[in-house]
Nanobody, 124 residues
Framework: QVQLVESGGGLMQAGGSLSVSCAASRGTFSSYAMGWFRQVIGPERELVAAISWSGGSTYYADSVKGRFTISRDNAKNTVYLQMNSLKPEDTAVYYC?????????????????WGQGTHVTVSS
């Protein structure tokens, strides 16, 4: 069973950049599609970006297209989310998630494993 640990969140001014990382352990990382979700208030988590096991396929929410980039390094068992041109509305807790699949799940229910989250705050 894979375990996920996010890092790299913090405080940034609008227009700036942040990168968050998610390190995986106890699993075959290269077998997992990975997703980055964010949550503001309540139980709803929005899928921000996702990437296939090989990195060959990606998905981005419309709200982050052209600003965020998801990538992965299977040799380091890590997935990254580079966030540029940050906006105050990007403020959230960011979670990474994993699913052993060859596809790219685009729903919360499509993922089996979750990290504990990392806070990202964007000030105006």
């Amino acid at each position: 069973q894979v375990q996920l640990v996010e890092s790299g969140g913090g405080l940034m001014q609008a227009g700036g950049s942040l990168s968050v990382s998610c390190a995986a352990s106890r699993g075959t990382f290269s077998s997992y599609a990975m997703g980055w979700f964010r949550q503001v208030i309540g139980p709803e988590r929005e899928l921000v970006a996702a990437i296939s096991w090989s990195g060959g396929s990606t998905y981005y929410a419309d709200s982050v297209k052209g600003r965020f980039t998801i990538s992965r390094d299977n040799a380091k068992n890590t997935v990254y989310l580079q966030m540029n041109s940050l906006k105050p509305e990007d403020t959230a807790v960011y979670y990474c998630a994993a699913r052993a699949t060859t596809g790219v799940p685009t729903t919360k229910g499509g993922y089996d494993y979750w990290g504990q989250g990392t806070h990202v705050t964007v000030s105006s």
